[in-house]
């Protein structure tokens, strides 16, 4: 059975007031966002919703039932051109601490954090008991993968033994050490227990031995999940 290891615990932040300008829709690429978040949605009851993915839309169902859209993309730079495609020029922004730059194409982005993803200081007890029997690990964001690979460095784990693939190049990237080896794409023969059907390997994080360029089966390997 995988092995499911989340190496950050989510914590709330009290953010700041809002300002005293009303936007024109709020924008929320997270459903820890909406969780953290929900007195200040709350605070906007007529204002549409610019939403990253079904897992936010979701989490807002049982919260507003303010109109949604959801991003082409699946990101949020899909979302906010999503938005200027609606004319829409003053978004308020609710996030988490950790957030990736985005190109705003001209509509003010008024950002509040709602919560933080504080990273543990060391790998857990069944992780490390699963560690010798692992096949793959699958890496879910550049952070995670970072923050991995410096665990598994200052614990002293072997990785000869595992193959890492991850589920975005810069994912991948994330995990090298320096200077970083390219990170190459692989296609699952099958689809996999994400839903997707692209991956990358990210070669760094195994020291040594050869790695598979193809993985056909993920459900016949054991597997950990990073969240």
């Known amino acids: 059975d995988p092995v499911v290891a989340p190496l950050f615990t989510i914590e709330p932040v009290a953010s700041l007031p809002s ?34 993915g079904p897992a936010t839309k979701r ?19 899909s979302l906010i051109a999503l938005a200027k495609s609606h004319h829409i020029h003053h978004l308020l922004h609710l996030c988490g601490a950790e957030v990736r ?23 857990g007890a069944p992780l490390i008991a699963a560690w010798p029997s692992l096949d793959l690990i699958l890496l879910h964001s550049p952070r995670s ?20 693939i991850a589920i ?19 296609k699952p ?6 839903g997707k059907t692209g991956f990358w390997l990210a070669p760094t994080l195994t020291t040594s031995g050869p790695l598979a360029t193809e993985v056909n089966a993920v459900g016949a390997l054991n597997i950990t999940c990073f969240l």
């Open 189 to 194: 023969a099958k689809k996999t227990v994400l």
């Open 59 to 77: 989490a807002l169902a049982g919260l507003t039932d303010q109109m949604i859209h959801l991003a082409p993309s699946g990101d949020g730079q």
């Open 145 to 164: 993968s970072a923050l991995l690979d410096q665990l598994v460095t200052s614990q002293g784990l072997a990785r000869s033994h595992i193959t890492a």
């Open 101 to 123: 730059p985005l190109d705003p194409m001209g509509i003010q982005i008024d950002r509040r954090i709602v919560y933080r993803a504080a990273p543990a200081p060391q790998l």
């Open 168 to 186: 975005s190049a810069a994912t991948a990237a994330a995990a090298a050490p320096s200077p970083p080896s390219p990170a190459a794409p692989i």
């Open 19 to 52: 300002s005293d300008t009303t936007p024109d829709a709020l924008m929320i690429t997270s459903a820890n966002a909406v969780r953290h978040g929900a007195e200040m949605i709350r605070q906007y009851p007529h204002l549409p919703i610019y939403a990253v």
